[in-house]
Each structure stands twice: as structure tokens, then as C-alpha cells.
DNA sequence: CTCCTGGTTAGACGACTGTCGAAGCACGCC
DNA sequence: GGCGTGCTTCGACAGTCGTCTAACCAGGAG
């Protein structure tokens, strides 16, 4: 079952050598992507973007959904882990706040992918 | 022990009632997030964008990725059935076109999540 | 110190997702 | 008509994700 011909002459597959988004980038882009693709991140996001200085106490958010504690912990981490959120103990409890602009870094470059300019700074003439 | 300044014995739950980012539209926004949240369809996107007319046959499409034709078929799907792309059949090749502005829409609405509605205004009456 | 409460970690489990090969449609061509 | 090719649908499979309970760690109050 060696490959079937890899279709020699109907197309050539080097097209994605040059492609408008590189493999690394689009796998970056893709887990920023996925950690606020969710409903409860982004309830959590616009609940601490709603408080003031964009920061605010775990126990303030847990309670504003129908989960447990450790499933809202859970998706704080993901979150803290994407960039979006930084988290600092302050005595007994554990403030969230939003990265600044972070999130619209994410939105920018999904934009990005959808204009048919140059990317980056690659391909310059290319068009 | 009582919370910060709002919870008074335990909280209470109605707080998402007034949540910035309505149950309905968190998951709407989560619904397209997750459809454009992976590498391939990223790229299948920004390929497409490339394209004059950000139009382009699928079998271009097909073997530009290691993939098969099923797996891309399905990621095409499913970008369809979120509105970013559409496709058209021309004779024996298939067509895809990217929605206009359909991932600027997304791209919009997610930076609008991190962005305090009222920077300063609601909040102070509300604490 | 001993509790109690706030928050995280660990482990488990069902649901969803990305991928494939095989089969099925929809065309154009002989 | 019958064929061949482009693309999609169907089932199946492994891997990931969201959720839970139980257990654990960190501080403050008696």
C-alpha cells in the first residue's frame, strides 16, 4: 500500500510550501482559539471584563454558573494557561485578572487569516 | 469569614442574570469559535482567502494537506455550516468561497467579550 | 494547635472531535 | 447506456474535552 501516486499531475502538492499561514502559526493560533471557544470561558472572561479594573474574586465567579468549584477552577486554568487571565493570591482569596488585550491579539490575527493581504511580512510581491 | 463585600452567606445565584454576556450568545460565539478552532480549517481558510476572488476548487484544497479527501470534505462542512464559507458546484468541480467578512464578524464579537461594556460607569452603583 | 473555608489537583466517566477506508452521488465523456 | 472522476456521506475508531466527586493544600479564627 505504498502511496497512492501522491496525485502526480492533477495537482502539485507543493502548494502549501507557500502557504498564506505556515503550519506553526496555524497550530498557535488554533489553541488560543480553542481555549476561549467555549460558553463558560466566555461568560468568565465578560464577567471579569465587567468588573471593575477587569479583575475579580474566584468565589464572585463560581457562583454565577450552575457548576462546581472545581470544574470553574478547571476552566480558569485553561484560560490562565492561553494568556488570557493572570491569577494572584491576595489573603484567603484568588483574583482573576484579564491579560490586557489579550484577547483582542486572538481576534486580530483570526481577522488576519480571513484578509487576503500579506500575512506577516513574508511574501511581499507575491501578488 | 464573609466574602470580599458581595456574598453574604453563600451568594446568590441570580448574579449571571445581569451577566454581560447573555447564556444564549455565549454559546452562539462559542458555537462559531469552535468551528474555526483547528489548524487545518484555519489553514483551508487562509488558502482559500489566498485565492483570487477568495474563491477555490477543492481539489486544490484536498492536496495541499497529508490529509484525505473525506477529512478535508468534513472540515469544509463544517466551516460551511458556520457561515464562513459557501460553495457552489460548476460543472464537475466544487467551489468554495469564503463568506464575506463572516470571520471579521467573529473576530469582532470576540474582542468585544474582553472589552468592558461601561468602563466606569454601571460598576460603581452596582458594588 | 485545631478547625473551617476558599481554591486547586487527581482520577474517572460520558460526550464530542478528527481521522480513516469504504461506499455512495453527481457530473461529464465514451 | 456504461465508465471514470470529483466530492460527500457512512461507520468506525482513537484521542480530547467538560464535568463530577473525592481528596488535598493554604490561610485565617478560635
Known amino acids: ?11 502539485r502538492t507543493a502548494d502549501l510550501d507557500a502557504s498564506p499561514l505556515p503550519d506553526e502559526e496555524a497550530r498557535e493560533l488554533s489553541r488560543l482559539l480553542k481555549a476561549v471557544a467555549d460558553p463558560v470561558r466566555l461568560q468568565l ?4 471584563a465587567a468588573h471593575e479594573d477587569a479583575e ?5 465567579l463560581t457562583c454565577a454558573f450552575d457548576l462546581s468549584a ?6 480558569l486554568k485553561v484560560l490562565r494557561e492561553a494568556g488570557v487571565l493572570v491569577s494572584e493570591r491576595r489573603g484567603t482569596w ?17 481577522a488576519a487569516v480571513g484578509t487576503p493581504r500579506v500575512p506577516l511580512l513574508v511574501s511581499a510581491a507575491s501578488r
Chains 1, 2 share one sequence.
Open 70 to 75: 472545581p470544574t470553574i477552577s478547571h476552566h
Open 94 to 110: 484568588v483574583h482573576y485578572r484579564l491579560c490586557t488585550d489579550a484577547l483582542g491579539e486572538v481576534a486580530r490575527a483570526l
Open 56 to 60: 475579580a474574586c474566584v468565589c464572585d
Open 45 to 48: 472572561v465578560a464577567l471579569i
Open 1 to 11: 500500500m505504498d502511496t497512492p501516486a501522491t496525485a502526480p499531475d492533477t495537482c
